[in-house]
C-alpha cells in the first residue's frame, strides 16, 4: 500500500526549463528524503528534511532546491534543467530507519 | 562519516541455488543496517533490518541476514533462489548526522536468476 505519493510520474521537459516535483507522505514520519536514481540505478541521496528543517544538502548543484510546507511535504524544485538531470527522483519518508519509498519521478531532459 | 559498500554489481545465479549478497559497512558507532529491493519498473522496498539482538534477522520474501561486527558485513541470503527474486538489491546503513538520522544507500547488486 503506497503511503508516500509523488506527482508527477513522469516529465519531460527542454533545457533551462524549470520543473517542481511534489511528495507528500501519510505516514506520519518526521522525516523525509529525496533521492536521485540515475541511468545505472545507483541511489544517491540529495536532501534530507526532519520535521522541515534541512539535516543533510549532499553536494547537489543549487538550481536543485527543497522545499517543505509541513513535516508531510516535501517538494522539489530544479530552477534550470541540464540533460545530467534527467534520472528517476525518488522521493521517501523514515522512522528508525525503515524507509519507505515513493513510486518515483522520472525526468527527462532533452 | 559512514558508508556501504556492495562489491557485486552483478550476481547471476540458478534457479534453486543459494544466494548470497555482499555488503560491508564503515561507521564509527553501532551500525543499524538494512536490505531493500527494488524490482524492474518499480520503487524500493523495505525487506528486513537490524538493530541490535540476534546477528541473523529474518525479512520478507524468505530472506535473511547476517551481521557480522568482525569484519563489519551484513549478507543478504536465500535458499533456495526464485526466478521471481531477480531485482536490484540495496543495502543501506542508518547513522546520525546532528542527531538526526542519515540513510546511506550502497551501490546496489543487480541479481538475475536463471530459470
Known amino acids: 500500500e503506497t503511503a508516500v505519493f509523488q506527482t508527477p510520474n513522469y516529465h519531460v521537459t527542454q533545457v533551462g526549463n524549470e520543473v517542481s516535483f511534489n511528495c507528500k507522505q501519510t505516514l506520519g514520519h518526521d522525516t523525509m528524503y529525496w533521492y536521485k536514481q540515475d541511468s545505472k540505478k545507483l541511489l544517491k541521496i540529495m536532501f534530507s528534511y526532519n520535521n522541515k528543517q534541512l539535516i543533510v544538502n549532499e553536494t547537489v548543484p543549487r538550481r536543485f532546491s527543497p522545499q517543505s510546507s509541513d513535516k508531510a511535504h516535501l517538494n522539489l524544485r530544479i530552477k534550470s534543467v541540464e540533460p545530467e538531470d534527467s534520472a528517476v527522483y525518488l522521493c521517501?519518508?523514515?522512522?528508525?530507519?525503515?524507509?519507505?519509498f515513493g513510486k518515483g519521478t522520472r525526468l527527462t531532459v532533452v | 562519516a559512514q558508508s556501504v559498500d556492495q562489491p557485486d554489481a552483478h550476481v547471476t545465479l540458478s534457479e534453486g541455488a543459494s544466494l548470497e549478497l555482499r555488503c560491508s559497512y564503515s561507521?564509527?558507532?553501532?551500525?543499524?543496517l538494512f536490505w531493500y529491493v527494488q524490482y524492474p519498473g518499480q520503487s524500493l522496498q523495505f525487506l528486513l533490518k537490524y538493530i541490535t539482538g540476534d546477528t541473523v534477522v529474518k525479512g520478507t520474501k524468505g530472506f535473511e541476514a547476517e551481521f557480522r561486527k568482525s569484519n563489519s558485513s551484513f549478507n543478504l541470503k536465500k535458499s533456495p533462489a526464485h526466478w521471481s527474486d531477480s531485482a536490484k538489491y540495496f543495502c543501506?546503513?542508518?547513522?546520525?548526522?546532528?542527531?538526526?538520522?542519515?540513510?546511506?544507500f550502497g551501490a546496489g547488486t543487480k541479481l538475475t536468476i536463471k530459470p
Open positions: 561507521y564509527s558507532a553501532a551500525p543499524y
Open positions: 521517501a519518508s523514515s522512522r528508525r530507519g525503515e524507509v519507505f
Open positions: 543501506a546503513l542508518e547513522g546520525q548526522v546532528y542527531g538526526n538520522e542519515k540513510i546511506t
